[in-house]
């Protein structure tokens, strides 16, 4: 039972370029959702969040947008840079009686060529 | 600041032997959580700790898994005795865990890569 779906497993773009990974959720208790990205032999690492009462928020280069009638959310890098080159995970939280539980998607592998 | 600490980076045992993860969590971090992480996934959560009592441990496999954090800060993750389908990165993650906030970072720690054959 994958309530967290990222379907493209990797996704390569040219440097300067947007990049946009999509992530899709099934449960409409998430209320919360986060990107992380993790580079190999690192744990992952906070990126960007975004709450279900608004559709976008935007930190630098980064950009989420959330679209809860389609339970879609995406993630967007401009411009995108080789050191953005790493695995991106979605992840949503559920909370069931006061524990924040993160349910995580499946992982893109961004790569970024010069 | 320190990160999550976690030890030993890389293990590999044969089946039906037992294995023991140790996490250090940040500084003053209430919230302690352990993650399974097989190939091709994303982590799934294992056990979540506030302070030294268990808040979530519904995923976790309690015929082979167990998990403590006597003292409120570190914590150690054990299987026994392991299978073939425990190959995975075993993560370790903390938050504040301050009372209210639902919507907390979490800082992962390194991981230790887990290999049974």
């Known amino acids: 039972d994958q309530q967290v779906k990222q379907n493209s497993p990797s996704l390569s773009v040219q440097e300067g370029r947007i990049s946009i990974l999509n992530c899709d959720y099934t449960n409409s208790m998430f209320d919360y959702f986060l990107w992380y990205k993790k580079y190999p032999a690192e744990g992952p690492t906070f990126l960007i969040s975004i709450s279900s009462i608004k559709d976008k928020n935007e930190d630098g280069r980064f950009t989420v947008f959330l679209n809860k009638s389609a339970k879609h959310l995406s993630l967007h890098i401009v411009p995108s840079q080789p050191g953005d080159s790493a695995v991106y995970f979605c992840a949503a939280i559920s909370t069931t009686q006061g524990a924040q539980k993160l349910v995580f998607g499946q992982g893109t592998r961004l790569t970024i060529n010069p | 600041e320190a990160g999550v600490a976690q030890s030993p980076r890389y293990k590999i045992i044969e089946k039906r032997q037992s294995v023991a993860f140790w996490c250090n969590p940040i500084s003053g971090h209430a919230t302690l959580y352990w993650y399974q992480q097989i190939l091709g996934q994303g982590p799934k959560l294992l056990i979540q700790?506030?302070?030294?009592?268990?808040?979530?441990d519904s995923q976790l496999p309690k015929d082979r898994f167990s998990a403590e954090r006597l003292k409120g800060v570190d914590s150690t993750l054990k299987i026994q005795p392991a299978k073939l389908e425990d190959s995975a990165v075993y993560l370790c993650a903390s938050s504040p865990g301050t009372s209210g906030t639902r919507q907390e970072t979490q800082y992962f720690g390194p991981g230790t890569r887990l290999l049974v054959l």
């Open positions: 700790f506030q302070n030294n009592g268990v808040v979530d």
